[in-house]
Structures are given as C-alpha cells and as structure tokens.
C-alpha cells in the first residue's frame, strides 16, 4: 500500500501540497517556541567582567515564606555579607578571594563603579597611568591626568584620571577607600570572585563555600554570567512561561489545522475509497495507504519547517530582548531538543489525523459509498459529539471559575485557556453550531441578493456538513484572535485606570541616574508646588501575617514621603494618615486589613527586595481595586533595598492655579539628565509590565492567527476546487460564469458571517467575565479598529480563497476533462 500511497500523491497534488504547508509552519511555530524554552531554561550568559574568577559568589535571590511551598524571586541584588570574605578565604582550595562593591556611576562610557582590587576579576589591566588612589579613577577612556565629572547617586562628583584601563566597556574603578564610601550599602559585596588552588578539584571547593551559609549562591562556568547579569536570572521565568504557553497553543493549533485538512482531504476522496473498496481492497490496506500518505507529506514537510523555524526562533528571542520580556545577554541557543519537540508534534499531528481520517475512509461499504461520496450527511460521530460536550464543558467550567473565584489580573489565567476550550468545543460540533448560525442568516442574505441568493442558500443547506469545514477555520481566527488582543487592552486599561484614579501627581522630575535629597528639597521649594515626594518601586514579600493576598511572585511596594492630605501618594486613605509614614512604618490596603486584620497600630514582617527583613507599624489603610493592590513604604526604605539605591523619579503636586513646570524645568536644567515629564509619563511606567505582556501577545497571536490563516486558505481552496463538476454542471444548464462567481460570493459571504458569529460569541465568552473581573466595565475595552481589523482579514481570506480558485477553474470550458474527478 505504500506504494499506491506514493502513487497517489502525483495525481492528488492540491491536497497534499494544503497539508505539507500546514505541516512546515507548524513546525517551526513550535521549534522556534522549542528554542525560547531551551534558552530559558539554559539562561546561558557569558561572563566578561568576572571571566578570570573560578567561582562566583552572589546573595540567594529568593526568599521562602513561612508555610509558602515556592520561594518568591528577589528582584533586587542580595550581595554578600563583608565578613563572609574571610571565611571563603579560609576554605581549603581557595587560593584567594576579591569582594566586589558595584554602585551606578554614570559619565563618558561607563555606568557602572566598583572597587579597584575587584579590576583582577576580568581581569582588567592598565593601558596608561596607574592604580586609582582616593579622589581618582581609571576609565575605558580619557586623558590621564584630566577631569571627568560623574553621575553617583545622583549627585555630580569630579575625579581624576589615574589611569586607562582595557577590558569589557562600561565600567570605572574608584580606590577600595572610595568605593566604600560610594556604594549604597558598605556592608554587602555585589558578589565575591574566588580563584581555586591549581589541582583542586573544582566541584568539591564549590560545595564547601556552599555550606557555609545557605544564603548564598555559588557559580562556576557559563553561570557566573548571572552573577554579573542578574536581571537575566529575573527573566528567565518569563520567557519560560511565554515559550511553554505559547508553544502549547501552538502546538495544539497546529493539531487542529492539519487534523481538518487532512479529514478534508480524505473526505474528497471518499469516491477512490469506494471504488478501492469495491475491487477488493480490505479497510486495513485503506488505513496503511492514507497513514502511508500521510507519513510521506509530513516528513519532508518537518525537514523543510526546520529551516524557517531556526531563523523564525532567534527572530521571536530578538523580539523578547527589545521589549525587555528577555534579557539581550543570554545566548540563544536552540539544540536537537526543540527540532525534536517540533518534529515530534508535526509527525504526531499527521499521523493523529490521518489515522481519524482513515477510521472512517476503511469503514466505507462499497455499494453505498458511491452514493455518500457525492453528498455527506452525517454530522458527527459518537466520540466527536462527546469530546464536543467535554471542551465545551470546560469552557463553561472556566468561565464560572473566572467570574466567581478570580480576581484581578488573576482572571487571565482561566480565561485564556477557556477561548480554546470554547473553539475546540464548536469545531468539533461545526455542523450544529454551522447549521444554526445559517438559520439566522440566510433570511437578511436572500432578501439582498435575490436570485443567487436563494441558489447559494440552498446549496449551503444541502451541504450543511461540508460548509461547517469552511466556516470553522474563520470561527477559530476570529475567535482566538478578538479574545487574546482584548484582553490585553482591557487589562492595560485597567490598570491604567486603577492607577490614574489616584494619582495627584501634576508632573514627574525623572532621571535614570538617580535624583537626590538635594534635588526633592530643591523641588520643594519652587514657586508653586504644594507638594514634592519621591516614587520607588519594588517588589517585596509578606511574612507575617501568612494569610496575606499576594502570592509567590511577591507584594508589589511603592515608596513615597510622608506628607499630609495635599500630598501625591497615588492612594486613596481610609484610616490614618502618611504623615508618620517614616522609618520602619507601612500603609497597606483595606482588603488585606480585611482579610488579615492588621489594621492602624498594628505590625507587619515584611522580607524587602534585597531579602532584608523588616518588621513595619502600620500607620495607615487605604482603598485600591482587587488585584492592583500594593504596599506603600517609605521611599528611604524602600530606595535603601533596591539594587542601586536610588530615587529615579519625584511626583510634584502643583498649588491650584499655579503652573509649576517653567520653574522645574529651570531647576532640572542645573541638574544633569534630569527632565521634567507630565503624570502620562508616570502612568505610562505604571502600566509598563503590561504594555510589555500585551506587545508580546500581540506578536504572538499575530502568528497564530497567519497560521490559521493557512488552514482557511487550505480550506477553501481544496473545497472550492473539489467543485468543479458542479461549476460545470451548472454552465452546461444555461448559468453564465458571472452568475456562478455571484453564487460563490453569496455563499463566501455567508461562510463569513457564519464564522465570524460564532468566533464572536466565544470571544465573548470569554471576555466578558474576564472584563467584569479586571476592571469595573463588563465589557472588554480597547478600540473598535481591532475588531474591524479581524472581521476585515477573516473575509479578504475567505473571499480570496473562494473566489480566485473559482475564477480559474471557470476560464476552462465546461466541457473540458478538467471537471472531472
């Protein structure tokens, strides 16, 4: 039978040619998601300035709270203690040991300081001039000699030149004696590079620094490129996630669109079937011949998709880097593994679907087959009608979990999933739910087009079955398309709003080198403002009381100044006051005083973003939307456990009437790389996370949706084509060419509103609860251009693919062989 399989394909070219595409794409969807998952979880980055050292040291960048099962990641840098140095010293095979103290510095070609003995952990070596002593430094570039002027802790400080050095860009050496006074915390090293003993066996020292102390971290290899970027660490979990979810759908899309084309394609052949039947062919050579077509598409279709897919995956991981989703110094890398998850799913697809295909094609009883074969009846099988029921059961499912047990941003983890579950469940029911949309059409489609009309509706009537395979591919575009890019608008503007209708803040002084206590008493004092705070932000873990609502990936913290009821804090009070909001204290927000009951005069243990643990008065409680809630802090304490230690913007609250900005962009003038911005700019930081995970979906159903562009196209091309006995019947009984291409519009027109109806109502299905959760607007939000766009593609596709086809197969005469099956 493979023979007569191979046989087969030079005369069954269009179908198959349908299912190889869909095969090469859907490999490399998932190959390319296969390598964001590798890189992901490989996380390699080379290490540059801490390339000569054996081992890395760093603080453990995770925090486990008391009865939590998942660590909460620390997103600011831990360190290590100053008085572990000594003890790794005395580690035997330790040959010796360098603490690094790293701190922003900001000038001509570099960003960061450190201290000069950590120069030997690249190692950097002098190219002019000599060792910085205190009130110098050595650069990358300039004059020995000379004065630079740099950016520390937002202050300007003037050094000078002692020496240039060569080694990996962006960084200046200050004396140890210097460093130690710069750097934000003296009592922590940003990590520690140990050199190993020659012939000490690596991995054994590595375990004995390790059992010093649990709370550090020790690398050795590709891993002390973390140590150096340890935002890259942060984001690993993110581009996990997107790869896993994204190449689950994926893979999942790619099943459902080669399953229906080739089911399509078996079912028109289901007259070869007969006719192999009827000589004698027995239904298990039926099934080895269309699994034997089926393997010889699929596997050069997964060779030819892994192309694409290697080029198609270091484009996604390019993508990711720009928009912050992945950190840009972690090497892509994209092995055997992810061409095997592709391969492995594309094979398993064909195979899948030609084996569902062929179940039914071998069932075929050679007398009455001829008459099916012109003309399916049956809707659907037993097994389709329950895995039917079951999805569309699980979407219902979701959807009642989604509206009465989510909350928040929270509210995307179950109703993501339940758009496939709906689009499945109507699939796999196509007739049906096709059947039933068509009732409410056909009336309003037949009094506009008359004659056709009536042909096109009738015709659609009697091949309700056949048309449910047209209408479903447009009914998945749509559907998974409108839900997933409304639900990133709504959430966004949910935010947005949540945030904004808080904030008091009439302008914004921001710096990425950070704003100093000079500066906000400075701001203070410009005619006209009521009001000057700094904003931190961080992210921190709640202790005590366990029962607290935030889950493992930590309590978001805002850092403000205490200041009375004319102030800028973004909140709304509802007990107490920020005036006390000084040292150890906290302002928390009414659901969790609810719901632990701590509220005004009680005390929190908090673990900061550094690990640092803190034990906080509470001095105030104030209203915030469920899932947007957050803890306000002091902005000295928060700003003192962040990586840099800096103040990066300061809220200004105008007095009324009063324009404050011609006064603070005078003052920002005397400051350099400080600008003065609107409350947009705030909002727009607020809001960044999410404008990052919505660009991301954006891309990402961007490609699910041109791939299952590929499945209506295939769709209706094959179903177009398989028609040209009847277009030819049709000429031979008086109808002229145009009539027939009127016909087709009718009935594309039709297929159209049928899909995009149904691709609607379970877009609705899903947003709707999901709306009603993340915002106070039950319906979703976002411009209406979107929808347009969607409905707009979804009939171009299914226009093109109906009409084009047709119009070349009406140039041949009607009489031609080319009609014939």
């Excluded at 007095?655 to 400051?671: E, F, N, Y």
Aim: hydrophobic residues 50%; contains cysteine; aromatic residues 6%.
């Amino acid at each position: 039978m493979m023979r007569l399989a191979f046989r087969t394909l030079r005369f069954r070219k269009g179908g198959f040619i349908a299912t190889f595409v869909a095969v090469v794409f859907g490999t490399a969807i998932v190959m390319a998601c296969g390598g964001l998952m590798e890189t992901g979880i490989r996380s390699n980055v080379e290490p540059q300035r801490l390339a000569a050292t054996s081992l890395v040291v760093t603080g453990k960048q995770s925090h486990l709270r008391p009865g939590a099962e998942d660590a909460t990641p620390l997103p600011e840098r831990v360190g290590v203690p100053v008085d572990m140095l000594a003890k790794i010293r005395s580690v035997q095979g330790v040959s010796s040991a360098v603490g690094d103290l790293t701190f922003t510095a900001v000038g001509p070609s570099v960003a960061e300081g450190h201290n000069w003995s950590s120069a030997a952990m690249a190692p950097y070596r002098l190219t002019a001039g000599h060792a910085p002593r205190t009130g110098q430094v050595a650069m990358p570039t300039g004059k020995v000699g000379g004065r630079v002027t740099l950016l520390i802790g937002g202050e300007p400080r003037t050094f000078t030149v002692s020496g240039l050095v060569a080694g990996p860009g962006g960084h200046a050496f200050f004396s140890d004696h210097d460093a130690a006074r710069l750097v934000r915390n003296p009592a922590r090293f940003a990590d520690v590079g140990v050199q190993v003993a020659p012939g000490t066996n690596l991995d054994d020292v590595k375990d004995r620094i390790q059992a010093l102390d649990g709370g550090i971290t020790v690398r050795s290899g590709i891993d002390r490129g973390l140590a150096e970027h340890p935002d890259a660490e942060s984001h690993k979990t993110a581009l996990i996630s997107v790869a896993g979810s994204f190449g689950g759908i994926a893979a999942m899309t790619m099943m459902f669109v080669v399953a229906s084309t080739l089911a399509l394609s078996a079912q028109h052949r289901e007259r070869e079937f007969a006719l192999l039947r009827g000589i004698g062919t027995t239904p298990g050579q039926v099934r080895r011949m269309i699994l034997g077509e089926a393997m010889l598409v699929s596997l050069p279709a997964v060779a030819v998709g892994a192309i694409p897919g290697l080029f198609l995956g270091r484009f996604l991981f390019d993508q990711l880097s720009t928009h912050g989703v992945a950190s840009p110094v972690v090497q892509f890398s994209q092995g055997l593994i992810p061409f095997a998850a592709g391969a492995g799913a594309a094979i398993l697809a064909a195979v899948g679907a030609a084996l569902i295909a062929a179940r039914k094609s071998a069932k075929i009883r050679p007398v009455e087959a001829l008459m099916e074969a012109s003309l399916q009846r049956k809707w659907f099988g037993w097994i389709r009608l329950f895995f039917g029921l079951a999805f569309l059961g699980g979407g219902l499912a979701l959807l009642i979990v989604t509206a009465t047990v989510m909350t928040g941003p929270l509210a995307g983890a179950t109703a993501g999933p339940s758009i496939l579950c709906w689009a499945i469940g109507v699939a796999l029911l196509g007739p049906f739910w096709t059947k039933a949309v068509l009732a409410i059409w056909r009336w309003p489609v037949q009094a506009l087009t008359r004659v056709n009309g009536r042909l096109a509706i009738r015709n659609m009537t009697a091949r309700s079955v056949a048309m449910s395979a047209a209408v479903m591919p447009v009914m998945l575009a749509v559907g998974i398309s409108t839900a997933n890019l409304y639900m990133q608008t709504t959430q966004v503007h949910a935010s947005s709003e949540a945030f904004t209708r808080d904030l008091r803040a009439d302008a914004v002084l921001v710096s990425d080198a950070g704003l100093s206590m000079a500066l906000l008493q400075q701001t203070r004092a410009v005619p006209g403002v009521a009001s000057a705070s700094a904003f931190v932000r961080s992210i921190g873990a709640v202790d005590d009381p366990r029962n607290a609502p935030f889950d493992e990936d930590g309590a978001p913290v805002i850092g403000v100044d205490a200041q009375g009821a004319n102030g800028t804090a973004p909140v709304r009070l509802t007990g107490g006051s920020l005036v006390g909001l000084t040292g150890s204290t906290v302002a928390l927000p009414d659901y969790m005083v609810t719901k632990t009951g701590r509220g005004v005069g009680s005390e929190i243990t908090m673990t900061l973003g550094d690990g640092t643990p803190v034990k906080l008065r509470v001095v105030a409680t104030f209203a915030a939307e469920r899932g947007y809630e957050s803890i306000i802090m002091p902005a000295s304490l928060v700003a003192a456990h962040t990586t840099d230690g800096l103040t990066k913007q300061i809220l200004v609250r105008a007095a009324p009437g009063a324009d404050v900005r011609p006064g603070l962009t005078k003052l920002a003038s005397a400051h350099p790389g400080v600008q003065v911005a609107d409350r947009s700019t705030l909002v727009a930081s607020n809001a960044e996370d999410l404008q990052t995970q919505a660009w991301v979906n954006y891309m990402l159903v961007g490609m699910l949706i041109a791939y299952t562009a590929v499945s209506v196209v295939n769709t209706l091309v094959s179903s177009t084509l398989r028609r040209r006995r009847e277009f030819a019947l049709q000429r031979l009984t008086g109808s002229t060419r145009f009539q027939v291409l009127r016909m087709l519009w009718t009935e594309s027109t039709l297929i159209t509103l049928a899909g995009v109806t149904l691709g609607t109502a379970i877009a609705l299905a899903c947003l709707l609860p999901f709306s009603a959760k993340v915002s106070t607007n039950s319906l979703p939000t976002g411009p209406i251009w979107i929808y347009l766009i969607v409905v707009g593609a979804a009939a171009v596709l299914t226009f093109g693919s109906t009409l084009l086809p047709a119009t070349t197969a009406l140039r041949h005469a009607p009489t031609q062989p080319t009609y014939a099956d």
